[in-house]
């Protein structure tokens, strides 16, 4: 088992940044490629970033591809997303992810576990 817990989330103007971070316990950290997914109102979850569980490699959606960073610290056992130039098409809530392999995975069904999920709204 592994639990996730999120934050970093809040209200942004357009072209503004924020970074979420994804702290995570239990098993060992490592051994998890990690995700993060978001979901807007009246929409399906939808895949965002992952990586790996080197940090070795990563994937982002082509939505956020250019203005978002997924990173990780083993260490730390947190994973993080940097969003930078936030539109108000990127307003969800944003969730933290992990799964049982260490390669990455661009669909929920491919994660075992999940966080709480924080807010992100940006403003016009």
């Known amino acids: 088992q592994v639990q996730l817990v999120e934050s970093g989330g809040g209200l942004v103007q357009a072209g503004g940044s924020l970074r979420l971070s994804c702290a995570a316990s239990?098993?060992?950290?490592?051994?998890?490629?990690m995700g993060w997914f978001r979901q807007a109102p009246g929409k399906e979850r939808e895949f965002a970033a992952a990586?790996?569980?080197?940090?070795?490699?990563?994937l982002h959606a082509d939505s956020v591809k250019g203005r978002f960073t997924i990173s990780r610290d083993n260490a730390k056992n947190t994973v993080y997303l940097q969003m930078n130039n936030l539109q108000p098409e990127d307003t969800a809530v944003y969730y933290c992810?992990?799964?049982?392999?260490?390669?990455?995975?661009?669909?929920?069904?491919?994660?075992?576990?999940w966080g709480q999920g924080t807010q992100v709204t940006v403003s016009s």
């Open positions: 992810a992990a799964r049982d392999w260490k390669a990455v995975a661009t669909v929920p069904g491919g994660y075992s576990y």
């Open positions: 239990g098993r060992t950290f490592s051994s998890y490629a």
């Open positions: 990586i790996s569980w080197s940090g070795g490699s990563t």
